[in-house]
């Protein structure tokens, strides 16, 4: 047995192994609790022997750890005190495994798992696996029964059922998976929690629920793991824990109890350099690839809202929530000429905003590639009004050049002090006759009177698409945009009001990675941004050519329901 204080010499490889997590110094806030190397080899040989990789390349291989994972394991194991009843049980009753996706934290939190429930000496464990959703929390679970079924020792003892997602032992244990909008009992008595994504909670329910569960004297070492990448900057249960576990990791909150492990990148840093990326990933070049970091960072540099997106979830920096989405410079490189004479008659997707009828309301026809015409590019037509009275004002307020746009043709004026919808439905008739337009997606405020008119004029209802402003429909187009403008795949003609939009634009994105542009967010109007967004969205969809992977792979949707 090995003190905090005594015996540096043996302690020496376990000091360096234990000391190794990114600034924490556990024997600095020891006390009275000592570490056992036996105890800590016991568990590592555990994780490394017994558990395997599930999926991959390494699938079927052993749980190898790497050192910094080692380090975590040997902590958490290794550390033992007396508690108030004089037993010996851990030292650490709350682990904060905070770092960048793409680390392996799923496994290793699913190795951890399997060690508890096979090697605590723990009659009658209630082991509760977390998440925001069913489908997140499944993903651990489908990790801890995918190593228990692929070693006979594990899997003889116990009994797994996935229609329940649960597992049980003869001795009463059992570990279960469950969602952020069920409840933890607090009678449940809970042996090991584990919180996936904690930075996707909704709230503070379900992890204050699972934490006082574990408040009884019957269970002996109790332990609570919080598995997370970081947050936005703003209030939530995840960066209350994060501030916890940072001002335990700098000694200014003494909790022998408490772990952090806590892996990022500081806002200082050259978020450019791969120096930093080492710095914030532990298992780069291992279950994180360096060229993938490469390409992702250069992606970042040239679409100003990845640029937080990559801080956000390779380097774990908290990022604003809305931030600007297009450069200029990217913009700019696509203002390849759209002639519309030479588009007649082919194919196009129109997207439709009349959500404001006293500002800019209107829609944008987008042209999908043409090999036939040896045409590459998406080509979009910008169909924009705006009331004359309106834009005087405007003009003269907020310096908006409204009327030399409309004397070259970029914007139509209607009368008055509302748009008048009559023009917008004229106009868009001509262009049925123009242009071969299969779909027209709309946002349905303010549209429903615009659509009955076409309707009754003769227009097929099918023919117009609701297009909710939520998450689930406007990611995949608003992704596949950027795609596009990367790409040098987009034609604009270098509209001017189109430009001025795309300048305005800001967007925000979800705990999933999920972007859309955000209206009440942006400093100005974007509304051609969004009919084109719209247009592509159905264009993706449509019956016609396949163009991009959001066809097949769909859309990652973290926790609640479409905003529309």
Known sequence: MLTAQARPTTAKKWRKLLCSLPGYDPFAQAGESWFEAERAQYYIDFIEQCCTH?????????????????????????????????????????????????????????????????????????????????????????????????????????????????????????????????????????????????????????????????????????????????????????????DYAC????????????????????????????????????????????????????????????????????????????????????????????????LKGETCYAGFDLSSNTDVAGYDLLFPPNEKEERPLWCVIPRLFIPKDNAIKRERRDKVPYFAWAKDGYITMTPGNVVDYAIIKAKFEQDRKDFNVQEAAFDRWNFEALRQQFIVDGMDDEFFVAFGQGFASMSAPTKELEKLLLARELAHSGHPVLRWMASNVAVEDDAAGNLKPSKKRSPEKIDGIVMLIMALGRALVSAGPKVSVYESRGLTVLG????V
């Open 54 to 242: 599930i999926e991959g390349a390494l699938a079927g291989q052993p749980f190898i750890m790497e050192n910094w994972e080692r380090a975590i394991v040997a902590n958490l194991f290794g550390w033992q005190k007396s508690d108030f009843l004089g037993r010996m049980v851990r030292r650490y009753r709350k682990a904060f495994l905070y770092m960048p996706r793409k680390q392996g934290k799923t496994p290793l939190s699913a190795a951890i798992h399997n060690a508890v429930f096979f090697l605590d000496e723990e009659a009658g464990q209630v082991n509760n696996i977390a998440a925001a959703s069913r489908d997140q929390a499944t993903k651990m679970y489908r990790h801890i029964s995918g190593m228990i079924k692929a070693e006979p020792e594990m899997d003889s003892r116990c009994h797994i059922y996935a229609t329940t997602r649960s597992i049980t032992k003869p001795d009463n244990s059992v570990t279960k998976v469950i969602p952020a909008d069920d409840n933890v009992a607090h009678g449940d008595n809970q042996h090991l929690g584990i919180v996936d994504e904690l930075h996707a909670q909704p709230d503070r329910k379900l992890v204050d629920a699972m934490v006082t569960a574990m408040a009884s004297a019957n269970r002996i070492q109790p332990l609570m793991l919080f598995v997370t990448t970081a947050d936005f900057d703003r209030p939530s249960i995840c960066n209350e824990e994060y």
């Open 247 to 342: 001002k335990v990791r700098d000694d200014v909150i003494d909790d022998p109890t408490y772990l952090p492990v806590i892996y990022e990148a500081q806002p200082e840093d050259d978020w450019t350099s791969e120096k930093t990326w080492r710095k914030a990933n532990p298992n780069i070049g291992v279950s994180v690839s360096l060229d993938y970091l490469r390409d992702e960072c250069k992606r970042a540099q040239e679409i100003t809202a990845y640029e937080n997106t990559f801080k956000r979830l390779h380097l774990n920096l908290m990022t604003e929530q809305d931030i600007r989405w297009l450069t200029l410079e990217l913009w700019d490189a696509c203002n390849s000429p759209v002639i519309p004479e030479i």
């Open 560 to 563: 609640g329901k479409e905003n």
